[in-house]
C-alpha cells in the first residue's frame, strides 16, 4: 500500500483538468511575453538603426558602381610608383594596367545583411556620440564599397575621398557574428577611423585643428618627394597629401620635416607583404634629397604621442587617436587611459563645443 501511494497521488493529479488548464495557461503567458519583449526589442533596434543611421549620409555601391568609383581615382593611381606596384602586385616588373585590372575584379555587391549590419554600426555609433553631446562637421555623402583587399595587404579598410573600402571577407564575419556581446568592437573602431577620413577631406579647418593636437602644421604647400625616398615610397591611399609638417629634433638641431610611408627593401629583395618591410621617415620641407629615420628623432613620441602605434603620418595617428576617442572616451579601452590624454580630450572638447561651418 505504501509504494502505491506515490501512483496514485501522480495519477490524481494528472487526471485534473483543472490543474492541467493552469500550467497551460501560464506556459502560454510565459510565451507571450518573451515574444512581446522580443518583438519590442527588434521594434525598438529597428527604430534605432533606421533614425540614427541616417545621420552620416551614405549609401552602399554595387559591385559595378563600387568598381566604377574604384577606376575613377586617376590621380592616385596615376603617381603609384613601381615599387607600389611590385608590393601590391607581388611581383617584380608589375604594371599599371594590371594593378588596375585585378583592383577592379576585387570589388563585389553587398549581402542584404551586411548593409543592414553596417548600418546598425552606424546607428549606434551616432547614438552614442549624440548621448555624449558631440557633433561631427559635416561630411560629403559617404560610398561604402565592399572590396577583396590582398592589394593593400589584408587591410580592414580604407579610404578615397569619401568612399569608403572595407573588407569583404571581415564584414561578412562580424555580421554573422554579432549576437556575441563585444564582437563588434573591432568593426566599430574600423568605422570610426575611416569616418574620420572622410571628415578630415570634407572639412579642412577640422583636418588642421586635429593635426594641431599632435604638434602638425597644414601648409598651402604640397612637398614634393625626393628622388631618395620616391625609389621606396609606398602610398597609402588614406594619406591624400604630404602638405604638413611637425618640428623633429634630429641628432639635437630642430627640423622641420613631414612623413613619408617607405619599404627598407626592394620587392625583389623582400618577397613579401610592404607591411613587413615598412618604415616611416622624416623628410625635411626645405627640398634637399635627404631623409631621416625615426630612430634619428629624439622627439618622435613626444610629437606624435603614443597613444597608438600608427604613427607613420598624422592622419593615421590622428584617425585612431579619434577612434579612441569616438569609443572609449577618457577611460581607454582598459579603463586606464592613455599615455598621452591630452589628444584624446582635444578631440572631445572639438566635437563637444559649436562646430565652425567647413
Known amino acids: 500500500m505504501f509504494n502505491k501511494l506515490p501512483k496514485i497521488e501522480r495519477n490524481l493529479r494528472n487526471d485534473n483538468p483543472e490543474a ?18 522580443l518583438v519590442a526589442w527588434g521594434l525598438i533596434n529597428l527604430c534605432i538603426t533606421l533614425i ?19 577606376l575613377s581615382n586617376t590621380e592616385y593611381y596615376d603617381n603609384l610608383t613601381q615599387n607600389d606596384l611590385d608590393y601590391r602586385m607581388h611581383k617584380s616588373g608589375a604594371t599599371k594596367e594590371e594593378f588596375l585590372k585585378v ?13 543592414w549590419y553596417l548600418n ?20 560629403n555623402e559617404i560610398v561604402f564599397i565592399k572590396a577583396d583587399m590582398e592589394m593593400e595587404s589584408g ?5 578615397h575621398g569619401t568612399q569608403i ?36 577631406r570634407s572639412n579642412p579647418q577640422f583636418r588642421t585643428d586635429m593635426y594641431s593636437l599632435i604638434h602638425f ?31 623633429f629634433l634630429i641628432d639635437g638641431e630642430p627640423i622641420d620635416c613631414y612623413t613619408a610611408y617607405t619599404t627598407t627593401k626592394s620587392y625583389a629583395e623582400a618577397k613579401s607583404s610592404f607591411m613587413s618591410n615598412s618604415a616611416t621617415v622624416l623628410v625635411p620641407i626645405d627640398g ?8 634619428q628623432a629624439s622627439n618622435y613620441d613626444e610629437v606624435f604621442g603614443t597613444n597608438t602605434g600608427y604613427v607613420t603620418d598624422p592622419e593615421e595617428c590622428m584617425a585612431d587617436n579619434f577612434a579612441y576617442a569616438m569609443l572609449y572616451g577618457m577611460k581607454g579601452s582598459d579603463g586606464k587611459g592613455y599615455p598621452n590624454p591630452e589628444i584624446i580630450q582635444g578631440i572631445i572638447d572639438y566635437l563637444s563645443s559649436t562646430i565652425p561651418s567647413a
Open 20 to 37: 492541467k488548464h493552469i500550467k497551460k495557461q501560464k506556459r502560454k503567458k510565459t510565451l507571450l511575453i518573451l515574444l512581446g519583449l
Open 52 to 70: 540614427f543611421s541616417r545621420m552620416i549620409p551614405h549609401h552602399y555601391a554595387s559591385a559595378q558602381e563600387g568598381r566604377d568609383l574604384m
Open 103 to 115: 583592383s577592379g575584379e576585387s570589388v563585389s555587391d553587398f549581402y542584404f545583411f551586411e548593409k
Open 120 to 139: 546598425s554600426r552606424l546607428a549606434r555609433m551616432m547614438l552614442h556620440c549624440k548621448l555624449k553631446g558631440y557633433d561631427f562637421p559635416e561630411v
Open 155 to 159: 587591410a580592414s579598410g580604407y579610404t
Open 165 to 200: 573600402y572595407l573588407n569583404g571577407g571581415q564584414i561578412t564575419i562580424y555580421a554573422l557574428m554579432n549576437i556575441f556581446p563585444g564582437f563588434s568592437e573591432f568593426m566599430d573602431k574600423t568605422l570610426y577611423h575611416e569616418l574620420f577620413h572622410c571628415l578630415t
Open 217 to 247: 602644421t597644414v601648409t598651402d604647400t604640397e612637398y614634393e618627394l625626393p628622388p631618395c625616398v620616391l625609389e621606396r615610397f609606398i602610398s597609402n591611399p588614406d594619406v591624400e597629401h604630404h602638405n604638413s609638417y611637425a618640428t
Open 288 to 295: 634637399s634629397d635627404v631623409y631621416y629615420t625615426r630612430e
